[in-house]
Protein backbone atom coordinates (compact mmCIF):
# COMPACT_ATOMS: atom_id res chain seq x y z
CA UNK A 1 0.00 0.00 0.00
CA UNK A 2 1.43 3.49 -0.89
CA UNK A 3 1.74 6.16 2.00
CA UNK A 4 2.95 9.34 1.65
CA UNK A 5 3.49 11.51 4.48
CA UNK A 6 3.99 15.29 4.49
CA UNK A 7 6.13 17.08 7.00
CA UNK A 8 7.62 20.74 7.17
CA UNK A 9 4.60 23.01 7.51
CA UNK A 10 4.26 25.95 9.42
CA UNK A 11 3.39 29.64 10.57
CA UNK A 12 5.92 31.99 8.59
CA UNK A 13 6.49 35.64 7.73
CA UNK A 14 6.21 36.91 4.42
CA UNK A 15 9.45 37.01 2.96
CA UNK A 16 10.43 33.94 4.46
CA UNK A 17 11.27 30.09 3.70
CA UNK A 18 10.11 26.90 4.67
CA UNK A 19 10.86 22.96 3.58
CA UNK A 20 8.45 20.56 2.91
CA UNK A 21 9.46 16.90 2.87
CA UNK A 22 7.28 13.74 1.80
CA UNK A 23 8.21 10.72 2.86
CA UNK A 24 6.83 7.75 0.94
CA UNK A 25 6.50 3.93 1.60
CA UNK A 26 4.93 0.94 -0.45
CA UNK A 27 6.72 2.13 -3.59
CA UNK A 28 10.29 3.65 -4.49
CA UNK A 29 9.67 7.11 -5.68
CA UNK A 30 12.89 6.14 -8.63
CA UNK A 31 10.34 4.89 -10.77
CA UNK A 32 7.88 7.35 -10.43
CA UNK A 33 6.35 10.83 -11.24
CA UNK A 34 5.70 12.95 -7.43
CA UNK A 35 4.24 16.41 -7.78
CA UNK A 36 3.75 19.12 -4.95
CA UNK A 37 -0.44 21.06 -5.41
CA UNK A 38 -2.07 23.17 -2.43
CA UNK A 39 -5.60 24.13 -1.85
CA UNK A 40 -6.29 27.49 -0.60
CA UNK A 41 -9.83 27.65 2.00
CA UNK A 42 -12.82 27.93 -0.21
CA UNK A 43 -10.35 27.23 -3.61
CA UNK A 44 -9.53 24.19 -5.81
CA UNK A 45 -6.41 22.12 -5.35
CA UNK A 46 -3.72 23.37 -7.68
CA UNK A 47 -0.33 22.20 -9.04
CA UNK A 48 2.88 23.19 -7.83
CA UNK A 49 5.30 21.79 -8.84
CA UNK A 50 6.63 18.28 -9.95
CA UNK A 51 9.33 15.92 -11.01
CA UNK A 52 10.19 12.98 -13.19
CA UNK A 53 11.27 9.59 -12.50
CA UNK A 54 14.55 10.88 -13.87
CA UNK A 55 14.99 14.26 -11.81
CA UNK A 56 13.08 16.47 -14.26
CA UNK A 57 10.92 19.36 -12.98
CA UNK A 58 7.85 21.21 -13.56
CA UNK A 59 6.23 24.14 -11.94
CA UNK A 60 3.62 26.38 -12.17
CA UNK A 61 5.27 29.05 -13.44
CA UNK A 62 2.73 31.80 -12.51
CA UNK A 63 2.50 31.55 -8.81
CA UNK A 64 6.09 29.85 -8.00
CA UNK A 65 8.67 30.91 -10.84
CA UNK A 66 12.08 31.19 -9.38
CA UNK A 67 10.65 30.61 -5.42
CA UNK A 68 10.08 27.18 -5.02
CA UNK A 69 12.77 24.12 -6.13
CA UNK A 70 11.20 20.06 -6.03
CA UNK A 71 13.59 17.96 -5.49
CA UNK A 72 14.11 14.17 -4.52
CA UNK A 73 16.37 12.28 -2.16
CA UNK A 74 15.85 8.07 -3.99
CA UNK A 75 17.83 7.05 -1.22
CA UNK A 76 15.67 8.60 1.36
CA UNK A 77 12.29 7.55 -0.85
CA UNK A 78 11.53 11.14 -0.22
CA UNK A 79 10.67 14.31 -1.99
CA UNK A 80 10.92 17.82 -0.83
CA UNK A 81 9.89 21.36 -1.57
CA UNK A 82 11.56 24.32 -0.74
CA UNK A 83 10.09 27.52 -0.60
CA UNK A 84 11.60 30.43 -0.17
CA UNK A 85 10.18 34.66 -0.11
CA UNK A 86 7.21 33.31 0.62
CA UNK A 87 3.86 35.37 0.30
CA UNK A 88 0.51 35.48 2.02
CA UNK A 89 -0.70 34.47 -1.03
CA UNK A 90 0.64 31.12 -0.57
CA UNK A 91 -1.00 30.16 2.55
CA UNK A 92 -2.58 26.98 1.64
CA UNK A 93 -2.69 22.96 2.97
CA UNK A 94 0.39 21.30 0.87
CA UNK A 95 -0.26 17.67 -0.74
CA UNK A 96 2.36 15.51 -2.00
CA UNK A 97 0.64 13.24 -4.81
CA UNK A 98 2.24 10.09 -6.84
CA UNK A 99 1.14 8.57 -9.78
CA UNK A 100 1.35 5.68 -11.75
CA UNK A 101 3.91 6.82 -14.59
CA UNK A 102 7.43 8.11 -15.00
CA UNK A 103 6.65 11.68 -16.28
CA UNK A 104 5.21 14.50 -14.54
CA UNK A 105 1.27 15.69 -14.46
CA UNK A 106 0.13 19.18 -13.80
CA UNK A 107 -3.77 18.25 -13.02
CA UNK A 108 -5.25 16.45 -9.99
CA UNK A 109 -6.89 13.73 -11.76
CA UNK A 110 -3.31 11.95 -12.93
CA UNK A 111 -2.41 11.31 -9.76
CA UNK A 112 -3.20 8.39 -7.91
CA UNK A 113 -2.01 8.65 -4.59
CA UNK A 114 -1.97 11.29 -2.25
CA UNK A 115 -0.64 12.38 1.08
CA UNK A 116 -2.86 13.92 4.48
CA UNK A 117 -1.34 17.72 4.06
CA UNK A 118 1.02 19.70 5.84
CA UNK A 119 -0.73 23.34 6.45
CA UNK A 120 1.34 26.44 5.31
CA UNK A 121 0.37 30.03 7.06
CA UNK A 122 2.24 33.01 5.72
CA UNK A 123 1.24 36.10 7.99
CA UNK A 124 2.16 39.52 6.39
Known amino acids: QVQLVESGGGLVQAGGSLRLSCAASGRTIRSYAMGWFRQAPGKERKFVAAINWSGGRTYDTDSVKGRFTISKNNAKNTVYLQMNSLKPEDTAVYYC?????????????????WGQGTQVTVSS
Open 97 to 113: ASRNGGETAQTVSKYDY
